[in-house]
């Protein structure tokens, strides 16, 4: 059975378990017979550790507390990201092998492997059994490249578009982003230990390092981070600490955060690392906080922590305590994951391919689709003969940023790739040089053009090289002595050339903007592709093209997809995980410079709806091909959640789907602010009906006491509604809590 933390620490502290034979001795069997002992069910994880620990030298337990590389591979870390795991805390005399980490959000660093569509794409099939796919997928191939844990788990909300790393989250909803975030972590966690990042409030790139986020209570518990609740319930085994301070505490020594809240609170028994090199400030402080690994060189730790313990600057407890979780939560993983060894031909298997291409058609999202005509222009005619495909983006690899989640696969597929091989014979007309006249000029020849525009890894992404490092972390001389000044200054200028970062402005780059209108004004039949990571402002052109879809980062497979929805081999039934306004200051102010911030209850749509804007397009928007409609039949809610049922009929003539999705919202306000509660995503054939249940979740509608931190229904009228997207009416809406009497009514 389990054992209080200090009696573990007693125990393994205890001399008679400390002879120095014991400690030293080889026994490389020991951890994979501890793990097996675990696995037929005569140790508990919490006895497993302390039979590891009670084996381990001082320097061995020590090294649990940092990762293993030494300080000087610091350069080459995005190179030996792509090469290898990197490891924390082996020790190979026990054949304890250590957390063995790989990233990321799209698949797997290391190697070559399968690009999926990036989190943002994923988040917008709201299909969370189809996320569970993909963990499960980037889990097999992090194990089969020797890794036990992977980083792919990031649910950051997505406070404003201009977010630099913004197609590594799940959008700006917090019960889209935990239903997402949750089965990515189950699927994972069948082969790999899953971290779960950035804790917390962690949504701006440029000045990750130096940002302070100031947050009330209410935002805090309420907005920013019921995902990451909903992650640690499912059951993830780490969580890696932002670089940003909260509150005026870096995160890595946020004791409110990293104890009372994570652990406290929440119950969370896994381990804590640090966001890498510059995420942790302080060795002693850190770990007292409740971050365990201080990732992934030996830097600040292995400078401090022998001396601090030797002395008793550092207690011993603390140093067991964090050893402890470690190593509970890599035997317990090891002894209930899948069984079998997965071998490297999982990697980019013909399996996970098809899986990357049926995702990165689901993420797609018809945002328009006119009649030209008496018909849609999409699905593609299969009269066509000649299609003109153009934009900067038509013909080139783009998966994603360049930062720690790029993904390497063995092949990719352009949008013009997929729409030549989809289309053979169709002739595809593609213009000799890369101006608007010259895209116009082809356009002018073809029955429809398509026009592939958008961002690449130099519009957005994450900043590898940031001007407001710490680089007190990387020597002691850096701390203070004559060398700080002149390396800060290095940093900042090298920050000035790299690419990615926060993006400038959440609009096409004008160039493509005068390739739309010249296009469309010279082909009516002008279909728009936009590729990126979050929001895309379209009001400056939008009523000029009958047609207008949201591609993403379609990862490898993404050509296939796309020429897959074009042609309407697949529906389109993505849906948007953000608002897209007509204009920027409906959102929150954004400044990427700014070293302190505030995060309010007012962003996306929420922000919209409060203060009366409509969208260009709203949250959770996207057609299909065929038309669907939805009648809420019944439901039943309390503050532990509740369902829904809901029927949905087809009357179109294909079969086509949809996302069900059920909106609260208090009607006393005079401008109510909708609140998704649940979805779900259903198939239906042509002319049929269906019944779905949708799951609801009461979080949206309830309130913490920041006192006793107890969650109570906020008071209100609040009535429940299913929709195709965030509504801008609310006529039609049901009381969210019935009333007994109600109750009995709907029950005669
Ligand atoms: C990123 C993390 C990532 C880590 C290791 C950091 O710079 O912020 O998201 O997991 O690098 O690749």
């Known amino acids: 059975m389990g054992m209080r933390a200090e009696d573990r620490a007693a125990r393994a502290d205890d001399p008679a378990d400390r002879t120095a034979s014991n400690r030293t001795a080889s026994d490389p069997a020991l951890y994979d017979q501890i793990v097996g002992a675990v696995r037929a069910g005569e140790l508990d994880a919490d006895e497993a550790a302390d ?38 805390g082996e020790v190979p005399r026990l054949g304890i092998p250590g957390i063995r980490f790989s990233d990321g959000a799209r698949g797997v660093v290391i ?64 019960v889209l982003t935990s239903r997402m975030g949750s089965a990515m972590t189950r699927g994972l966690r069948a082969n790999v230990m899953a971290c779960v990042k950035h804790f917390a409030l962690n949504s701006m790139e440029n000045e990750r390092f130096e940002v302070d986020v100031s947050v009330d209570d209410h935002a805090l518990h309420e907005v920013y981070l019921p995902h990451f609740k909903a992650v640690v319930d499912a059951g993830v085994d780490s969580v890696m600490t932002a670089y940003n301070s909260v509150r005026g505490e870096y995160m890595d020594v946020n004791a409110p955060l990293l104890t009372d809240v994570l652990r406290n609170e929440w ?23 409740g971050m365990d690994v201080e990732m992934p060189l030996r830097l600040l730790r292995a400078r401090e922590l022998p001396n601090a313990l030797r002395s008793g600057v550092l207690e011993r407890s603390t ?21 079998s060894e997965p071998g490297t031909e999982v990697v980019a298997s013909p399996a996970h391919r098809d899986l990357a291409r049926r995702v990165a058609a689901e993420s797609i999202v018809l945002l328009k689709n006119e009649l030209v005509g008496d018909a849609p222009l999409l699905p593609l005619d299969s009269s066509i003969r000649r299609l003109a495909v153009v934009g900067r983006l038509a013909a080139r690899e783009n998966i994603g940023d360049h930062g720690s989640s790029r993904v390497r696969p063995p092949s990719t597929v352009s949008p013009l790739d997929g729409l030549r091989e989809a289309l053979p014979d169709v002739e595809i007309l593609t213009p000799s040089r890369s101006d608007a006249r010259a895209a116009a000029g082809v356009a002018a020849e073809a029955d429809i053009a398509v026009v592939v525009v958008g961002l690449d890894e130099h519009d957005e992404g994450e900043s590898v090289i940031n001007g407001g490092v710490e680089v007190g972390v990387l020597s002691g001389a850096f701390r203070s002595g004559p060398l700080r000044a002149p390396l800060v200054a290095l940093a900042h200028l090298a ?56 591609a993403w980062y379609g990862g490898m497979e993404g050509g296939h997809a796309l ?20 204009d920027v200051r409906h959102l929150p102010a954004f400044d990427s410079t700014a070293k302190s911030v505030v995060y309010d209850d007012r962003w996306g749509q929420r922000k919209l709806d409060a203060d009366g804007h409509s969208a260009a397009f709203p949250f959770g928007f996207g057609l299909g091909y065929t ?20 029927s949905v009929r087809n009357t179109g003539d294909r079969e086509g789907s949809i996302v069900v999705q059920l909106y609260a919202a208090d009607l006393s306000l005079e401008r109510p602010v909708s609140r998704l509660l649940g979805f779900q995503k259903v198939t239906v054939p042509a002319q049929a009906e269906t019944v779905v249940e949708v799951a609801l979740d009461a979080g949206p509608t309830l309130q913490r006491d920041p006192r006793t931190h107890q969650w109570s229904p906020r008071p209100g009228n609040w009535v429940v509604l299913a929709a195709q997207h965030s509504p801008s009416s609310w006529d039609g809406a049901r009381p969210l809590r019935r009333t007994a009497v109600q109750d009995e009514a709907l029950d005669d």
Do not use: K
Not at 268 to 286: I, N, R
């Open 495 to 550: 920050s000035q050339f790299v690419r990615g970062g926060d993006r400038s402005s959440i609009d096409l780059r004008p160039a493509d903007v005068q390739l739309i209108r010249a296009v469309s004004a010279a082909n009516p039949r002008t279909v728009v592709v936009l590729i990126g990571g979050s929001a895309i402002m379209v009001e400056a052109w939008r009523d000029r093209v009958p047609a207008l879809l949201m």
């Open 627 to 646: 038309s669907i409609e939805h009648t809420l039949l019944d439901h039943r809610f309390d503050e532990a959640g509740g369902s829904a049922r809901v």
């Open 319 to 339: 140093v067991l305590q964090s050893a402890h979780r470690i190593l509970r939560t890599t035997v317990l993983h090891a002894a209930t994951r899948d069984e």
């Open 563 to 582: 020429a897959d929805v074009l042609t309407g081999a697949a529906e389109p039934s993505g849906r948007l995980p953000f608002v897209i306004p007509t």
């Open 111 to 174: 190697g070559s492997s399968t690009a999926f569509p990036v989190t943002m794409a994923r988040a917008a099939t709201w299909n969370p059994a189809l996320e569970a796919e993909v963990g499960h997928a980037i889990g097999l191939e992090t194990r089969a490249r020797g890794a036990n844990y992977s980083a792919s788990v990031c649910v950051n909300l997505l406070r404003h578009p201009a977010w630099g790393r913004a197609q590594e989250c799940y959008g700006e909803d917090s």
């Open 51 to 88: 039979l590891l620990i009670a084996r381990l030298t001082d320097a061995e337990l020590l090294g649990m507390l940092d990762g293993d590389s030494p300080r000087r591979l610091l350069p080459f870390i995005p190179l030996l990201l792509g090469r290898r795991p990197f490891v924390a």
């Open 267 to 289: 119950g969370f028994s896994g381990f804590v690392t640090s966001d890498w090199v510059f995420g942790t400030h302080h060795a002693v402080a850190s770990l007292r906080a």
